[in-house]
Nanobody, 121 residues
Framework: QMRLVESGGGLVLAGGSLRLSCAAS????????MGWFRQAPGKEREFVAA????????YYAASVKGRFTISRHNAKNTVYLQMNSLKPEDTAVYYC??????????????WGQGTQVTVSS
């Protein structure tokens, strides 16, 4: 079992920045693609970004490309999501996830409890 714990959420003004972190434990971190998803009130959970096992490849949803950056530090078992130029529509609960394959549209094996991000206009 892998445990994922997110942190770094909060309230920010539009145009501001936040950095989310997700600390993993219980499994070999470098064996997993790491991803971030989000769910806004009344909407389905959606893919935000993913990073490959070694960190060399990253993938983004069109809505965040150019504003968000995903990265990982395998020695610290941590994945990050740097969010810049935040918009009110980025308001959501953000979830960290881990999966050996990391298909943005497929099931992921492990999920964190989520952290709230609220962007005010």
């Amino acid at each position: 079992q892998m445990r994922l714990v997110e942190s770094g959420g909060g309230l920010v003004l539009a145009g501001g920045s936040l950095r989310l972190s997700c600390a993993a434990s219980g499994r070999t971190f470098s064996h997993y693609v790491m991803g971030w998803f989000r769910q806004a009130p009344g909407k389905e959970r959606e893919f935000v970004a993913a990073v490959s096992w070694g960190g060399g490849n990253t993938y983004y949803a069109a809505s965040v490309k150019g504003r968000f950056t995903i990265s990982r530090h395998n020695a610290k078992n941590t994945v990050y999501l740097q969010m810049n130029s935040l918009k009110p529509e980025d308001t959501a609960v953000y979830y960290c996830a881990a999966d050996p394959r990391g298909d943005p549209h497929g099931p992921w094996d492990y999920w964190g409890q989520g952290t709230q991000v609220t962007v005010s206009s």
